[in-house]
């Protein structure tokens, strides 16, 4: 790197005399070598938030599955929670959708006026997950 700049210096002494010679003001070093940048940033102000629009994570719904017997996972244990918790399952969620989960949502969708089909779909499950009216077992 010491090379480099030596051999850089000696190149603009070298463009310095020969601009001399020929009776042109030469160039100081420091001009040819200060970075000049090829636009200046101008800080961007944050934007004000609407205090009207409610915060996206707050309306941001998780992706819902058509879950049906045979199902299994968390979509199905997290089904089989709520059911419990509102009093249409006994037991334990163990995250496999079999005929006492089937069973149970179709209780659930009698009493909460969906159709009745055993299949936790999109409205069965925002019905039993984000429902205000939703009716409990009895």
């Known amino acids: 790197m010491d090379i480099l700049k030596t051999l850089i210096v000696y190149m603009v002494m070298v463009a310095n005399g020969a601009v001399v010679a020929s009776g042109a003001t030469p160039i100081p070093y420091e001009t040819l070598h200060t970075p000049t940048p090829y636009m200046t940033a101008t800080p961007t102000p944050a934007p004000t938030p609407d205090p009207t629009l409610a915060p996206a994570v707050a309306t941001a719904t998780p992706r819902l599955y058509l879950l049906t017997k045979g199902s299994t996972g968390t979509s199905v ?62």
């Open 77 to 138: 244990r997290n089904l089989q929670a709520r059911l419990i918790e509102l009093g249409y399952l006994n037991g334990e969620a163990d995250g496999i959708y079999g005929k006492a989960t089937e069973n149970a949502v179709r209780d659930f969708q009698l009493r909460n006026g969906l159709k009745v089909d055993g299949k936790a779909g999109l409205q069965t499950q925002e019905k039993l997950f984000y429902a205000q009216d939703v009716v409990a077992a009895k």
